[in-house]
């Protein structure tokens, strides 16, 4: 599956473009539409937004292809843009373990979704950010928490 171009569109806007590199208070590189900087790439100073978008587009085809390969089945639309900005935020490897895409998997749609806004804490904290986009992404598939 692929993320739709609406969605797609959403998430560089979420994003916003940074031409350069910027640190979280965690210490992670991130550059352009909040590309995490592996600790093989170099970058120059500054990219632009085409280099930026491109980047992107290669974030998301690798996500997208993680969700097919892991998901094993097709599922609506809207599910998937929103698993591929989820997938976005924590990564592949935090999805891949999440309790919301295991139940999502065995095919427990509801309950996986109950289980969706745990990424809207950070260390059991309220993230009001992060509440918000959670809440914005369930919002877009018409599940009401």
Known sequence: MKISNEYKEKLKKKFRFNKSIWTTSQGTPYIGYNHAVKPTETFPDRISKKEASLIFDTDIRTIEKFLTR?????LPQRHFDI?????????SKALKNSLFFNL????????????YMTWGKKNGELIQS???????????????I
């Not at 900005?85 to 990564?91: F, N, P, Q, T, V």
């Open 70 to 74: 892991n998901l094993g089945r097709s």
């Open 130 to 144: 992060w509440y918000n986009r959670r809440k914005e992404e369930l919002d877009y598939i018409n599940y009401k």
């Open 104 to 115: 999502y998997v065995a095919g427990d749609i509801d309950s996986a979704f109950k289980h």
């Open 83 to 91: 698993m591929v900005s989820l997938c976005y935020d924590i990564g």
